[in-house]
Structure formats: structure tokens, C-alpha cells
């Protein structure tokens, strides 16, 4: 992915996220789990402002099945992070996030999680459906 592209084309909803001071690890840069804390939080704040979910209530829940991270850059403390966020697949149950998180237009990393949704008692595949569907629809880019 080029640097210097217009990335506002390629994700459909846009968060900030600052580092913290604990962030950095002991090589001087952002250490690899706050990568993925930053696109689990962005995830988990647009499902709970977009999508209605009530992480404590909601009948059907996300379950991350898969993630993964590529990383292009580094970062440290202090910065903050912007995070791109699109649905590269929308399935009965199951939806995979693309994110990508970038200090000013240079991409520090991308990555996925998949989550399937279940019902909260049982822990079986439950539909997405309603607000929900609807505002992943919403994400999904070609």
C-alpha cells in the first residue's frame, strides 16, 4: 500500500486513538499488542455507537475466531493513531473488519478480525440481523 494514497477512499468509518506512555515497550517503539488493542477498540466502539450493541445485555455477541496484523512502520508514544475500518466480508453470522492505522498518511499497519456472532447464553451461531445488518452494510467496500 502506497504511503501517499488518498486512504480515506479504501475505509468507510474513521476513529483516533492516542497512545498512552505505557504503550511503548522496551525497544522505544509501540509494542505489538497495542496494535491490536487499538483495532479491537475501534471495532468495539463503532459496534456500540453504530450497530446497537449493548456488550452487556445484547442477545447475540462478536467472538474473535481469527485476527492478524501486518506491520509497515513504527510508532511510539506520543502519537495518535488513526484507524480505517471496513468489512471486507458480511456472512449470515460471521463478519471480517480490514483496519488500517496510520500516524499522519503513513500506514503503520494493517489488519483483520473475525468475529462470529453468537447467542449470548448458548454460544451458538446466531444471525446478524436489524440495526446491526444494517450498519455493517454500511461498511462493507468492494
Do not use: Q
Not at 522496551?26 to 456488550?55: K, Q, T
Not at 452487556?56 to 455477541?61: E, L, N, Q
Amino acid at each position: 500500500m502506497d504511503d501517499d494514497m488518498d486512504d480515506d477512499v479504501d475505509y468507510a468509518h474513521w476513529d483516533e486513538m492516542p497512545t498512552r506512555w505505557r504503550d511503548n515497550d522496551v525497544y522505544g517503539h509501540l509494542n505489538n499488542v497495542v496494535h491490536y488493542e487499538l483495532m479491537d477498540s475501534v471495532i468495539n466502539r463503532w459496534l456500540i455507537a453504530e450497530a446497537g450493541l449493548d456488550p452487556a445485555r445484547s442477545p447475540s455477541i462478536g467472538l474473535c475466531v481469527e485476527s492478524r496484523c501486518s506491520y509497515r512502520a513504527e510508532a511510539a508514544y506520543p502519537a495518535t493513531i488513526r484507524v480505517g475500518l471496513r468489512i471486507g466480508k458480511l456472512g449470515t453470522s460471521s463478519v471480517r473488519y480490514e483496519l488500517g492505522l496510520f500516524e499522519g498518511a503513513r500506514l503503520l499497519a494493517e489488519g483483520e478480525f473475525t468475529h462470529v456472532f453468537v447467542d449470548r447464553v448458548t454460544r451458538r451461531p446466531a444471525p446478524i440481523s436489524g440495526a446491526a445488518r444494517s450498519a455493517m452494510e454500511r461498511l462493507v467496500v468492494a
